[in-house]
């Protein structure tokens, strides 16, 4: 078998006639959305999220199945453990990171902002509540409060046992609810407060923005070192209108601003001749503008192109 893990349109692994894969390759199929999404709300990062799906496919092809009595918990508790290896990895670039480090932004289908708390757990907001965890809390929280695992299952992926997960769990819960957003208003006032967003950012209105953003709007930017963007958090209403009614103004005149659902919830993308410049992923609580999370970096926008299946 290929070491590059398959994907859904692959035709490796198939038999003669190429009409089913191989046991190993199908189990795989069918859980590799799943697999990501775990991978990619540990790490924050499709690219590496990418690479653990990898390295989860280059161990499943090595197991003998027939000792396999659930290929899906399997499956987790292999990508699991690659990601925690990798996380921990993750922390040690962070540090010297350029600037404000963001999740990578991905360009999610509707789907997910219809499973709420999906989209919650892999908000750009949410996301960077989770980098507030350890390793260990950070999975656990994710295996149990998004994928609704068991604390038996949870314990093999981390290599703990039953209670202390338990533990780290209640533990987890009570950092994530002290910081995690506001609950967030119907689809359709978010949907009104994006588009008032959009028309007061393309016109650089600062009235106009003052009155979407709420007063204690935060504005986070990530360049990577590689792109100019602000280096520390920008809060409050009229600096981050100010900041956001100046930047808009430096943009080209040929710029095209479109709305698009990045990580379940509304975004700004900001193309300059065609290609993806700025990301700017919107949290929008009770009408008005809380967050606003915009990534530059190039080598975060690769997933923004074609849409990324989610799944739990």
């Given at each position: 078998m290929s070491g590059t893990p398959p994907s859904a349109s692959d035709d490796r692994g198939r038999g003669s006639r190429g009409d089913r894969p191989d046991p190993a390759t199908e189990a795989f199929l069918a859980h590799r959305n799943l697999l990501f999404t775990v991978a990619y709300e540990m790490l924050g990062s499709a690219a590496d999220a990418e690479d653990v799906l990898q390295e989860t496919w280059l161990r499943w092809v090595g197991v003998d199945l027939a000792t396999v009595r659930e290929q899906r918990a399997y499956l987790v508790r292999i990508t699991t453990r690659q990601a925690l290896t990798r996380l921990r990895t993750l922390g040690r670039r962070k540090e010297s990171y350029v600037g404000t480090w963001l999740p990578e932004p991905l360009l999610t289908a509707p789907d997910v902002a219809d499973d709420v708390e999906l989209a919650e757990s892999v908000s750009m907001a949410m996301l960077l509540v989770?980098?507030?965890?350890?390793?260990?809390?950070?999975?656990?929280?994710?295996?149990?409060?998004?994928?609704?695992?068991?604390?038996?299952?949870i314990a093999e992926a981390v290599g703990k046992s039953a209670a202390a997960v338990r533990q780290i769990a209640h533990r987890a819960r009570e950092h994530v609810a002290a910081r995690r957003p506001r609950s967030a208003v119907t689809s359709a006032e978010t949907r009104d407060a994006l588009g008032a967003f959009q028309r007061a950012a393309t016109t650089g209105d600062l009235q106009s923005l003052l009155d979407v953003l709420a007063p204690d709007v935060v504005f986070l930017g990530d360049g990577g070192g590689v792109k100019q963007a602000v280096r520390m958090p920008v809060v409050g209403a009229d600096k981050v209108a100010r900041l956001l009614a100046t930047g808009l103004r430096r943009v080209e005149a040929g710029a095209l601003v479109q709305s698009?659902?990045?990580?379940?919830?509304?975004?700004?993308?900001?193309?300059?001749?065609?290609?993806?410049?700025?990301?700017?992923?919107?949290?929008?609580?009770?009408?008005?503008?809380?967050?606003?999370?915009?990534?530059?970096?190039?080598?975060?926008?690769?997933?923004?192109?074609?849409?990324t299946i989610l799944r739990r």
């Open positions: 989770l980098e507030t965890l350890t390793p260990t809390e950070r999975a656990v929280f994710v295996l149990r409060e998004v994928f609704d695992l068991g604390y038996d299952e698009a659902q990045v990580n379940g919830y509304p975004a700004l993308i900001i193309r300059i001749d065609g290609e993806i410049d700025t990301v700017i992923a919107v949290r929008i609580d009770d009408g008005l503008v809380t967050g606003l999370y915009a990534v530059r970096n190039p080598a975060k926008l690769s997933h923004m192109e074609e849409e």
